[in-house]
């Protein structure tokens, strides 16, 4: 395990774009014999993912805004430890939280090892790594550290290719309105996305509304899907 994880960051340390770093995760997925990843980052004003989720549970996600109820959001939030779950390992779920379980499972995402860091500036990132039956067989013991480095890496390739594209972005949609998709993309409200960014429920409902129009899209979730198709997300 030793040598995976020093190959997963230097594979991602010598990455410089948004498909460098998702190449370096789905290695070392097989490396270890897992079949899914998400490598998610969240904080006050910036949100971002790479998956190889199925696209239709990620839709559905968004969709329903179901982050409010996935017991390990909820507690990679709550402790900042590696942990291993499945199916059977949270206990007394929520009516929502067995639903989303269910849901989830339906796409073979039944058991997984989650891994969540901070970040500077009230930023956290979080690698889950997930198949279709438990157990994992993945003991990430001793290897926290290097597997924080991997993630921190991950972010900076990430910022890095962000920043080069800003005149690029700045043609299609405005940074605001990037920041209200990013968190739309992450199951948030505009309700929710008021208070994460510190302005008014119907300023975010103005920046949907004009992206959406930039866009060419019919809803927010469907510009959502083509802001993330177009790389204007990473």
Same mark, same amino acid.
């Given at each position: 395990m030793r040598k995976r994880v020093a190959e997963l960051v230097d594979c991602i340390a010598a990455s410089n774009s948004r498909a460098g770093v998702e190449f370096a995760f789905r290695r070392f997925c097989h490396?270890?014999?897992?079949?899914?990843?998400?490598?998610?980052i969240g904080g006050p004003s910036d949100a971002d993912v790479v998956s190889t989720y199925p696209f239709e549970w990620r839709r559905q996600y968004v969709d329903g805004r179901l982050s409010r109820f996935d017991p390990v959001v909820t507690k990679a939030i709550r402790e900042r430890n590696p942990f291993n779950w499945s199916t059977d390992t949270f206990r007394f779920p929520s009516k929502d939280e067995a639903r989303l379980i269910q849901q989830a499972s339906e796409f073979g995402i039944r058991a997984g090892i989650s891994i969540p860091i901070d970040l500077p500036f009230g930023t956290f990132a979080m690698l889950t790594l997930?198949?279709?039956?438990?157990?994992?067989?993945?003991d990430l013991v001793?290897? =926290?550290?290097?597997?924080?480095?991997a993630l921190f890496l991950a972010r900076q390739v990430?910022?890095? %290719?962000? %920043?080069?594209?800003?005149?690029?972005?700045? =043609?299609?949609? =405005?940074?605001?309105?990037?920041?209200?998709?990013?968190?739309?993309s992450l199951g948030k409200s505009a309700k929710e996305t008021a208070y994460i960014l510190g302005i008014s429920e119907e300023a975010v409902s103005f920046h949907r509304k004009n992206a959406r129009h930039r866009l060419h899209a019919k809803s927010t979730s469907e510009a959502v899907r083509l802001a993330c198709d177009a790389g204007l997300l990473t």
């Amino acid at each position: 395990m030793r040598k995976r994880v020093a190959e997963l960051v230097d594979c991602i340390a010598a990455s410089n774009s948004r498909a460098g770093v998702e190449f370096a995760f789905r290695r070392f997925c097989h490396s270890v014999d897992v079949d899914l990843f998400a490598y998610v980052i969240g904080g006050p004003s910036d949100a971002d993912v790479v998956s190889t989720y199925p696209f239709e549970w990620r839709r559905q996600y968004v969709d329903g805004r179901l982050s409010r109820f996935d017991p390990v959001v909820t507690k990679a939030i709550r402790e900042r430890n590696p942990f291993n779950w499945s199916t059977d390992t949270f206990r007394f779920p929520s009516k929502d939280e067995a639903r989303l379980i269910q849901q989830a499972s339906e796409f073979g995402i039944r058991a997984g090892i989650s891994i969540p860091i901070d970040l500077p500036f009230g930023t956290f990132a979080m690698l889950t790594l997930a198949k279709d039956k438990p157990p994992l067989g993945i003991d990430l013991v001793g290897h =926290t550290g290097s597997m924080a480095l991997a993630l921190f890496l991950a972010r900076q390739v990430l910022l890095k %290719e962000q %920043e080069g594209q800003g005149s690029i972005l700045s =043609t299609n949609l =405005t940074p605001r309105q990037i920041q209200c998709l990013r968190w739309a993309s992450l199951g948030k409200s505009a309700k929710e996305t008021a208070y994460i960014l510190g302005i008014s429920e119907e300023a975010v409902s103005f920046h949907r509304k004009n992206a959406r129009h930039r866009l060419h899209a019919k809803s927010t979730s469907e510009a959502v899907r083509l802001a993330c198709d177009a790389g204007l997300l990473t």
